[in-house]
């Protein structure tokens, strides 16, 4: 397949080292249009905050949000605890920070949710070198989760059991149908730039009615936003809650896992804690 470069310039016409990417990769297909559109002109920056501002959105205190230079934080500040003060988002020109505001303008509502907990967080502890088992869950969320979503409850039990074979090769024909993925962690879709067999996201599941596969994409992901925000803004997290996910196992994502036998790789599908502690 041919790449679609991102921009190498910034307005200031220095170099802002983000790689080629190939925008018509799955995992992709949430961010590719609002990347593109950024990425026609000299400041993406500019371009992903005009959209934010277009959309409305907001931190997690409601302030109107928009992607600012890294040099506006200032010391001593904490970065959560700024974004939801400010609406500012201080976002270096690399890939990481540029996958970051592209969540923020996927899934606005869960981002928001998890500034405001970050940030509260932060205002009653202050900035701690150990930050918890909720704030960890939290992080996790934010930087590597996908969100699961499932009409068919055995489709989530296979994988919270690490049932390989049920999820990807005997119920492969239910993906798209009864089951899907929405990339959300910033940092999963960075390392997706460059895949490779045992890329694993911590997969958030979410039950979905049956129409849900009926919906136009956007409206799916507008859907599941709503969904996980309270939960991403209250609810107790650990990081037991999610399930690891091998995304390039996912059905239609990756060339080679048309072959069943691409799934018996044990170091990457792993039998999980409750297999081996049997075999123990």
């Known amino acids: 397949m041919s790449s679609s470069p991102l921009n190498p310039l910034n307005s200031a016409g220095t170099t802002s080292e983000l790689p080629e990417i190939d925008w018509r990769a799955p995992w992709f297909s949430a961010v590719a249009a609002p990347a593109q559109a950024a990425l026609a002109g000299d400041d993406w920056r500019g371009a992903l905050s005009s959209l934010a501002a277009n959309a409305g959105l907001v931190s997690g205190q409601g302030r109107a949000l928009r992607f600012v230079a890294q040099d506006e934080l200032p010391a001593g500040v904490a970065y959560e605890a700024f974004i939801a003060s400010t609406g500012g988002v201080p976002t270096r020109r690399n890939l990481h920070d540029f996958f970051n505001a592209l969540i923020w303008l996927t899934f606005p509502g869960g981002k928001a949710a998890l500034n405001a907990r970050q940030s509260s967080a932060i205002a009653a502890d202050g900035v701690q070198s150990t930050r918890g088992a909720t704030r960890d869950a939290a992080t996790l969320f934010d930087e590597n989760a996908v969100v699961f979503a499932c009409s068919d409850g055995a489709l989530g039990a296979a994988l919270r059991a690490f049932d390989w074979q049920t999820l990807f090769v005997a119920r492969r024909a239910d993906w798209g149908r009864a089951c899907e993925v929405q990339p959300f962690g910033h940092a999963l879709l960075e390392k997706l730039v460059t895949p490779y067999k045992s890329v694993t996201a911590h997969a958030w599941i979410v039950d979905v009615p049956q129409t849900y596969f009926e919906w136009p ?17 209250s609810a107790c997290l650990t990081t037991r809650d999610f399930s690891p996910l091998p995304v390039l196992g996912i059905p239609g994502w ?27």
Do not use: H, K, M
């Open 217 to 233: 994409d956007a409206r799916r992901r507008e859907w599941l936003d709503a969904q996980i925000a309270p939960t991403l803004a």
């Open 254 to 280: 990756w060339p080679a896992n048309d072959d069943p036998a691409f799934y018996r790789d044990v170091a990457v599908f792993r039998s999980g804690r409750r297999e081996r502690a049997r075999a123990d």
